[in-house]
């Protein structure tokens, strides 16, 4: 099985068949896709301009549209290093427990589903590499009251999500799952009581 730089390399080879290049850049996604591989793919047609059933899109596009997948993984793959320094000096000094936002990120490790999307064609709009950013800067900070990715104060508690953990507090701007662990105990109480509440 191909891992993602060589896909990648396959996206920008322009020696390899269009189909086969956009192909790898789908298979990019099962290795890393923050809101998910039908969001993020819906995400990446979006910003870069081609179609999601276009068989033949500008060889330009999809190399764009890979730069900003690629760009985004890397900070991705920092903040998990920098993650793994932490729990392994944590654990040098005895805090054996993981906290809350440990038993988030065991969920999220690889980047799959960081920032969760459950409907495909809601998810934001802005580059991945700086929604990205932001999420862990809420993780690295107190918790809060609105989405981190988009400043969204309206979020909703859905069940049934697609995801691990299937509810959870949902943005109504920019579709992400909000991890709990960015969240006070009052915005999780909020979004459970909300007038919006629904089941998806």
Known sequence: MAGFRSLARQVRDPRCDLALRRY????CLERFAPYGHRATWDHLCSRWGFGPEDRSPDPAR????????????TVWLGYEV???????KEKHDGLRRPGSVDDWHRLTW???????????????GGPLA???????????????????????ERLVWRYGLDHEPSSG???????ILVP????????????????LLISA
């Not at 920098?82 to 392994?88: P, S, Y």
């Not at 690889?110 to 934001?124: I, N, Q, S, T």
């Not at 507090?169 to 579709?175: A, F, L, R, S």
């Open 130 to 152: 700086e929604v990205l950013r932001r999420l862990i800067s809420a993780l690295e900070r107190a918790p809060g009251s609105t989405c981190p990715a988009c400043g969204g």
């Open 82 to 88: 920098e993650f793994a320094e932490r729990r392994r």
């Open 24 to 27: 790898s850049l789908r298979k």
């Open 62 to 73: 999809l190399v764009a549209a890979l730069d900003e997948l690629e760009q985004a993984r």
């Open 180 to 195: 709990r662990p960015v969240l006070t105990a009052e915005a999780l109480a909020g979004s459970r009581r909300g007038p």
């Open 169 to 175: 507090p949902v943005c109504t701007d920019c579709g």
């Open 110 to 124: 690889g980047g799959f589903g960081v920032a969760w999307c459950d409907e495909p064609r809601v998810h934001p």
